[in-house]
């Protein structure tokens, strides 16, 4: 998904995908993640941060939607902490609207445990 920055330049967004293994907990992954996130976001300048949550599709459509705003405000507070402007952050929960494709041959206990994530996506203004 490639977009227009500032100066008119095709640009790619980066985007970081952090998985959760259950609840507002994130996956240890996190911390090797983190960094990289971080210098993405440096290294972008005036850097905008779109932090989606997302949760696995079954069960009660609010309450995901309301773990996936959690999850989403959880990581934008992580990265705040850190030195991220507030302001370049939205954060958003999808609760299960935006699964992940099905993997070929993939079980479904299998494909609900890698539905639990934060997408950050990085892009310039």
Do not use: C, W
Not at 12 to 40: C, E, K, Y
Not at 71 to 98: F, H, N, Q
Request: glycine content about 8%; cysteine-free.
């Amino acid at each position: 998904m490639a977009f227009l920055n500032h100066k008119g330049q095709l640009e790619q967004p980066a985007i970081h995908s952090v998985p959760f293994t259950h609840g507002l907990t994130p996956d240890t992954s996190f911390d090797t993640l983190l960094p990289r996130i971080l210098s993405d976001e440096h290294l972008r300048g005036d850097a905008r941060l779109v932090v989606t949550g997302h949760t696995g599709t079954r069960g009660d459509d609010e309450a995901n939607l309301r773990l996936s705003e959690e999850r989403a405000e959880l990581i934008a507070e992580m990265l705040v902490e850190e030195g991220v402007s507030k302001d370049a952050i939205l954060a958003v929960g999808v609760g299960g609207t935006e699964p992940l494709q099905r993997q070929e041959g993939e079980s479904d206990r299998s494909y609900q445990r890698r539905l639990p994530r934060v997408d950050v996506v990085i892009t310039n203004p």
